[in-house]
């Protein structure tokens, strides 16, 4: 009789301590899933290797030669190249650079409105040797080929990413906010464009845009139907007119002339 009571205790003790060790795991699953929540929205490859839209670039350091211009025509990390400017302009040992490649005229898919031209992130370099009107300098990290034509030098910025929470989208989200904007470049001149990928929208800082904001992605198949909601963004860089942002997810294929809008409504300024 007391075998048998000692076996049912040990049995219960036994399966008290197995369902509080899978209440544990389980508490930590949701933990990691609250967590897996928070994650990095704006990353160093959306800052530093991503694209713009100016109206008229104008850059006064230009890469006008490389050691390797005879061999090949791109260059990347630890490849050296010269540029316009030396010691009398202020170019010291050390300095560092991004790198910009300026890119092809941008119009607006549907109103013919030229927006500039894009302009193309295409690394960070250091000076490393300096003449008094020319400068050797080094590819410290290539994001893409790096080439001599159109290619020009400003000084590099430190920018912090972002962590924060993908607010996703609605698809039964089919009412039209104030502010609205057209997507008028894809990355690298792609047809269509998916998650990760970085895209041009029409709207800029004077239209209230800011790095971090999030956007729907929408289009209409025939103007008597409702609204088809695709997925959503994140703005990475702003420009006085226009935008550049990452696709954070989408259900899909994203086109120029696809409609955009910011999640949390702004007022059209």
């Not at 302009?119 to 001599?148: N, Q």
């Amino acid at each position: 009789m007391r075998l048998k009571y000692f076996l049912t205790l040990l049995l219960a003790v036994s399966f008290i301590a197995f369902a509080q060790e899978e209440q544990k795991k389980i508490l930590q699953i949701e933990k990691a899933e609250i967590f897996k929540e928070i994650y990095p929205l704006i990353q160093d490859n959306d800052l530093y290797c991503s694209f713009y839209i100016t109206k008229k670039p104008r850059f006064e350091i230009k890469i006008i030669g490389s050691e390797t211009m005879k061999e090949k025509i791109q260059m990347s990390d630890r490849d050296i190249f010269y540029i316009n400017r030396g010691s009398k302009d202020g170019i010291k040992v050390g300095d560092k650079f991004t790198i910009l490649e300026v890119g092809r005229t941008i119009t607006h898919p549907r109103k013919w409105k030229i927006f500039g031209k894009v302009v193309f992130k295409r690394g960070i370099a250091k000076v490393t040797c300096v003449e008094e009107e020319k400068a050797c300098v080094e590819v410290l990290k290539s994001c893409s080929a790096v080439r001599v034509k159109n290619s020009y030098l400003v000084p590099f910025e430190e920018k912090e990413g972002l962590m924060g929470k993908n607010l996703g989208y609605n698809i039964c989200d089919l009412k039209e906010k104030e502010l609205k904007g057209t997507i008028i470049y894809i990355q690298n001149d792609f047809v269509e464009a998916g998650k990760n990928h970085w895209v041009s929208i029409d709207l800029g800082r004077e239209d209230g845009i800011f790095i971090g904001l999030q956007m729907t992605i929408y289009r209409y198949l025939k103007k008597n139907l409702p609204r088809k909601v695709i997925g959503n963004l994140i703005i990475v860089d702003t420009q006085a007119k226009t935008s550049t942002g990452k696709i954070l997810s989408c259900r899909d294929a994203v086109y120029v002339g696809d409609e955009v809008e910011p999640i949390i409504p702004l007022k059209k300024k």
